[in-house]
C-alpha cells in the first residue's frame, strides 16, 4: 500500500443523493430539516435555464418559502457574500439552498457562517477558524467538477488585496448534496471540459497529499479513471446522461477525497491567479496541472506513476524511471488536448511583473501545507514561468 498508515485521519463527508431528478427532492429535504424559509442562492446565467425553477417549485409544493440571491460572479466574492448575508436577514430566512456551480455554493457557505457568527466572511480565513456552523444547507451541483456540494472548503475572493482566501472547516460541509447529473447538460463546452479537469487536480492532488489515507486514495482513483472514461465524451456529447453521471461521480469522489486529505501546489497557485486576475479556477489548474507534477514527481514517484496507468499511459517494468515520468506527464497534457484546454497563462493575460506577487500569495494558501515538496519562492516562480 503506497500511503503512510502511521497517523491518525478523519473522513468528513455529507448526506447525499445521487441520481437523474434528485434536484427534485429539494422541498422534501428541506421540509425535513424544519425549514420555513430558504435563501436561494444562484447566478444570473443559471437563472436562463429551468434549473432553479424547477428548485423553486419543489420548496413550494413542500410549503417551504424562497427569496432568491443571484448576484454572484464566476469567482465570488466578499462583498457579495456579506450583501447575501443581509437579504437573508432582512427576509427572515432561516436555510440555504445553493443551485449551481461552486461559485453559488461557496457563496452560501459563507453567507451561512456570516449569519450564525455575526463577522466578516474574511475573519474566518485558514483552517479550522468557524466557531459555529452556519444553517441548514442543501446544495445542488449544476455542474460536475468543483464538488463544493460535499467538501469542506469554502473559496472567497478578497477584493481589497485581490486574492482568494480558503475557508477549511467541518463547518463548511453542506447537510445535504442532491447530486442530479441531468443539470449539467446545459454546460458549454468549455465549462465541462474545465470543471471536469478541475475535478481530476482534485483527485491527483488528493491522491498524492501527505494527508492521503486508504479511503481517500480510493476515491480520488476512481474519479481519476471516471474523468478519463466520460469527460472528453461529455465535451462531444453534451447531452449523453451516461457520461454526465459518470462525470458527476467523478466530481463526488473526488471531492470525497480532496475534502479529507486535501490539496496541493496546483490550487495554491490558482488561487492565487483567480484572486489576482479574476480567471476561471478550473483552467488555471489545467494550465498548471502538468508542470506542478513534473515538480513534485520524485517525492511520490509511485503514486504519479499509478495516476498514469489510470490515464492510460503506456508503463512497464522495462521503463527508466524518466521513461514513465514523461509517459505520464504526457498522458496528462493528452487529456488536456483532447479537450480543447490548452495555450499557456500568458494567453490569459499573466505577465512576468505578476509572477512575484502571485508566488507570494499562492505560498501562503493553506494547500500548499499538504503539497508532497515543500517548495521554496524561486520553486513556485519557476512553475508558474514554465506555464506562462
Known sequence: MDTDLSGLRKFVAPEFVFGPGSSRLAGQYADNLGIRKVLLVTDKHLMECEWPSRVMDSLAQAGVGYTVFHDVSPNPRDNEVMDGAALFRENDCDALVAVGGGSPMDCAKGIGIVITNNRHVLSFEGADNVPRPGPPLICIPATSGSAADISQFCIITDTRRKVKIAIVSKAMVPDVSLVDPVLTTTMSKALTAHTGL???????????????????????????????????????????????????????????????????????????????????????????????????????????????????????????????????????????????????????????????????????????????????????????????
Request: proline share 4%.
Open 198 to 388: 478541475d475535478a481530476l487536480t482534485h483527485a491527483i492532488e488528493a491522491y498524492v497529499s501527505n494527508a492521503s489515507s486508504p479511503v481517500t486514495d480510493l476515491h480520488a482513483l476512481e474519479a481519476i479513471r471516471l474523468v478519463r472514461k466520460h469527460l472528453v465524451t461529455t465535451i462531444h456529447e453534451p447531452d449523453n446522461l451516461d457520461a454526465r453521471m459518470g462525470m458527476s461521480l467523478a466530481s463526488t469522489f473526488a471531492g470525497l477525497a480532496f475534502s479529507n486529505a486535501i490539496l496541493g501546489a496546483v490550487h495554491a497557485m490558482a488561487h492565487s491567479l483567480g484572486g489576482k486576475l479574476d480567471l476561471p479556477h478550473g483552467q488555471c489548474n489545467a494550465l498548471l496541472l502538468d508542470f506542478v507534477m513534473d515538480y513534485n514527481f520524485d517525492a511520490a514517484p509511485e503514486k504519479y506513476f499509478k495516476i498514469g496507468k489510470f490515464l492510460d499511459a503506456e508503463l512497464n517494468d522495462e521503463m527508466s524511471y524518466e521513461e514513465k515520468k514523461h509517459a505520464t506527464l504526457e498522458a496528462v497534457r493528452a487529456l488536456k488536448r483532447e479537450t480543447g484546454v490548452t495555450g499557456s497563462l500568458a494567453d490569459l493575460g499573466v505577465s512576468a511583473e505578476d509572477l512575484k506577487l502571485l508566488t507570494e500569495h499562492a505560498l501562503k494558501d493553506p494547500c500548499m501545507l499538504t503539497n508532497p515538496k515543500s517548495p521554496l519562492t524561486a520553486d513556485i516562480e519557476s512553475i508558474y514561468e514554465k506555464a506562462r
